[in-house]
């Protein structure tokens, strides 16, 4: 880190897509970005196989697509919102062109657009089939480099934020063995990512552990739609962790889901078949695994010998857990994947906090609602992360101090709060079995509620360690939002109550003090519905 580096005016929390963009996008202003692993690892979107959905085939409008967003969002997106994220989309896909994100073409130079599932057009540009993120991460993270006014600190995670009369003061980070740093800022930005390392089984990267949004509810800040988590369809079952994915795009060329019979387990249950809304073959992936099917994705005819020039990154993910994707069906499990909930923002990613935005998986806009459409997350990464950069230009509270601030220095304090003991591993095993098991595609009262309890307890045993506290209260957080919304829409599926119910059709806010209150409610014994 440079030694004369003069102010911490905007620190970036979190080097994904949403977090790089926001940096760039703010050139030349100075920005600090601190991020929890070396630039390009630790992020999902390094790990992005399908691409980010833009109107940009003739014949495609943003209107169709933001038609298309909202139609899976089951009720409860934000139009407004949508709207902005698909009209900005075309534009935001020629600055990633701008910074060199080599996208696929045609043979006429156009670019190549590919079909995912819930989408009405062809729209979603790629590279090299199934390698986006890896692409447009690295071409980012050159610009990045190539920037004097961007200071990167790498391997220090964010963990607390300090405020004063519900503005932001700056950023409490630590490293993995302890070493302390305070980032003085009245205008920070986290774009930390997802969730999915909550749970057991996930496609994310071990980063994506929720932290974030529970230091933004520490705060004082409203978080939005938590019980929505989607799980993706096909996750390679090979028992690694994370589960590496398969993406949509086999099935948008045809692959088919079959179960050990060979039988076509989808065509039956949805017009769309294995093109079907995410959540409804997710469950029916869970179900013929759970009733002892089994569960595969079949690209043997519609991929077959291609396998490794079209889906070079699945190939090996395959190759390295011994299948032959040309020759034999992928073994396949949902896995969560991408969280629709988060932190609560505006349509230029302001939270509820003064000081304090959100842009990336980590927020929540509304731009989901109940369940993410394939390829709009990437899309949603940088269409609100040129907004936030828009706004912060224009409304950046400077310090009065010019100069670096003395408490800008490591310090060996505070160890106990972060380093993870094996009791804190086997409780962390433990709350991701929990979430697994009873949060996950398929929920109930009891469950949540057992859920809940065991949750509670750990966290009142780690209410004293950062890492352990941030995470349960983001676990505790999704499993009570879970427990309220007593109805089924789009990625949240409750066997007690396995319809939509009209007067759930809307999103849900909370802060950490009502959690804190349901969470009581839902304990004492006896309790009966909320509604
Ligand atoms: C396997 C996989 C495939 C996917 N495929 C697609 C796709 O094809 N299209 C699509 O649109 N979406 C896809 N998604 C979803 C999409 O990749 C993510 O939603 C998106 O990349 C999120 O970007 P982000 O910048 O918000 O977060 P991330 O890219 O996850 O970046 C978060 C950053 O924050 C850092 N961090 C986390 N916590 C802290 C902390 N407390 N302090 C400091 N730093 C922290 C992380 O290390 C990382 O640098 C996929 C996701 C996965 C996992």
């Not at 980063?207 to 409203?222: I, S, T």
């Not at 969280?339 to 923002?345: K, V």
């Not at 469950?447 to 983001?474: D, E, I, Y």
Request: glycine content about 8%.
């Amino acid at each position: 880190m440079s030694s004369d580096w003069q102010q911490n005016e905007i620190v970036i929390v979190g080097a994904g897509l949403a977090g790089l963009f926001v940096a760039l996008k703010l050139s030349p202003t100075p920005v600090t970005i601190v991020t929890s692993a070396p630039l390009g690892k630790g992020a999902s979107s390094s790990w992005a196989q399908g691409g980010i959905a833009a109107a940009i085939e003739k014949g495609d409008t943003a209107f169709a697509h933001a038609m298309d967003t909202i139609a899976a969002g089951a009720g409860i997106v934000n139009a407004h919102i949508a709207h902005i994220l698909t009209s900005q989309a075309a534009s935001r896909v020629e600055d990633l062109l701008s910074y060199g994100t080599p996208f696929d073409r045609n043979l006429e130079g156009d670019l190549l657009l590919s079909q995912e599932a819930a989408h009405s057009a062809r729209r979603v540009v790629r590279v090299k089939g199934d390698k986006a993120g890896w692409a447009i991460m690295k071409a980012l993270i050159s610009a990045v480099r190539a920037k004097s006014n961007i200071q990167v600190i790498e391997g220090y995670t964010a963990k607390k934020l300090a405020t004063k009369n519900n503005a932001i003061t700056g950023v409490h980070c630590w490293t993995g063995k302890g070493q302390h740093l305070f980032l003085r800022s009245r205008n920070v930005v986290l774009a930390a990512g997802g969730i999915g390392a909550l749970y057991k089984i996930t496609t994310n990267p071990k980063q994506a552990n929720g932290e974030a949004l529970a230091m933004a509810a520490k705060a004082g800040a409203y978080l939005a739609d938590t019980e929505f988590v989607q799980f993706h369809p096909t996750a390679i079952n090979a028992d690694t962790d994370p589960a590496p994915l398969a993406t949509e795009a086999l099935r948008g060329d045809g692959a088919t889901l079959i179960n050990k019979n060979g039988t076509r387990f989808m065509a039956n249950l949805n017009t769309d078949a294995e093109l079907a809304p995410r959540d409804i073959v997710a469950r029916a992936v869970f179900r013929e695994n759970r009733d002892g099917r089994g569960a595969f994705l079949d690209c043997r005819d519609a991929i077959g010998a291609d396998f490794e020039t079209l889906f070079p990154s699945v190939y090996k993910k395959c190759r390295d857990a011994g299948i032959d994707p040309v020759t034999e069906p992928i073994p396949v499990a949902p896995a969560a994947h991408f969280h629709m909930g988060g932190i609560h923002t505006d349509a230029f990613g302001r939270t509820t906090l003064n000081g304090l935005w959100a842009c990336g998986e980590v927020a929540s806009s509304g731009a989901h609602g109940a369940n993410r459409l394939a390829s709009n997350s990437l899309l949603e990464a940088v269409v609100f992360a040129a907004r936030v950069a828009e706004d912060l230009s224009q409304n950046t509270v400077f310090s009065t101090a010019s100069k670096r601030n003395k408490k800008d220095q490591i310090e060996e304090i505070d160890r106990a709060k972060v380093i993870l003991s094996n009791t804190h591993r086997k409780d962390i095993k433990e709350m991701r079995e929990l979430m697994d098991h009873y949060v996950a595609i398929e929920r109930n009262a009891q469950g949540l509620k057992h859920a809940l309890a065991r949750l509670t307890q750990m966290a009142t045993k780690h209410r004293n360690h950062l890492t352990l506290s941030n995470m349960l209260t983001t676990a505790r957080i999704i499993t009570i939002s879970a427990l309220m919304r007593e109805e089924s829409r789009g990625g949240h599926y409750r066997t007690d109550f396995d319809h939509p119910r009209k007067e759930w059709a809307h999103r849900t806010y909370i802060s950490l003090e009502q959690a804190e209150q349901a969470a009581r409610d839902f304990l004492k014994p006896n309790r009966g519905s909320m509604q």
